[in-house]
């Protein structure tokens, strides 16, 4: 499967750095924070670990699953990138475009749009039953997508635990 190259943290002798990595197709990175710079600053902000790492030790592997005609993705999307913003510490997410996954991706059953942080989501939804390919539209409560500052403080919640 072809890959493309993308940036992630990494652990160095003078702390946290950007380095090259590879993503598969259908995925799209979508870097906030550091870019291509040193990221001691947002290690500092959670403690000590890299950027996006909890004080667990796990790091936070955040997704947003969509496709394309999907109405509410692009909001989500920005409101995503809004709270990543206001959460800080470098965080990146993975943004997943549904249509493109191989037809047994458990990730094709959730609706869309959907935040998953390690493959849980971000909003208490219990994983699509096995088998459940089918993709369709969420429903948040108060219509569209969730604001930023309730996914901040979601994620937050996650990156605190």
């Known amino acids: 499967m072809p890959v493309r190259p993308h940036k992630a943290p990494a652990k160095t002798s003078s702390g946290w750095a950007w380095r090259s990595a590879a993503i598969a ?19 500092a902000a959670l403690g000590g670990n890299a ?6 030790g796990i790091p936070m592997r955040i997704e947003l699953l969509g496709f394309p005609g999907c109405p509410n993705t ?10 990543l913003r206001e959460v800080g510490g470098g965080q990146v997410f993975a ?8 037809p047994g991706d458990p990730r094709r059953g959730w ?34 997508a969730p604001s930023p500052e309730r996914i901040a ?6 990156r605190d635990r």
């Open 95 to 102: 943004e997943i475009d549904q249509e493109v996954l191989p």
């Open 25 to 43: 197709p259908g995925v799209a990175a979508v870097l906030i924070g550091c870019a291509s710079r040193p990221c001691d600053s947002g290690a």
């Open 153 to 158: 403080a979601r994620l937050s919640a996650m």
């Open 74 to 83: 692009p909001a989500m999307r920005d409101h995503l990138r809004a709270a």
């Open 111 to 144: 609706p869309a749009p959907t935040i998953l942080v390690n493959g849980v989501d971000l909003f208490g939804m219990a994983a699509p039953t096995p088998g459940a390919r089918a993709m369709g539209c969420r429903l948040y409560e108060g219509g569209g």
């Open 51 to 56: 950027p996006g790492v909890p004080a667990s």
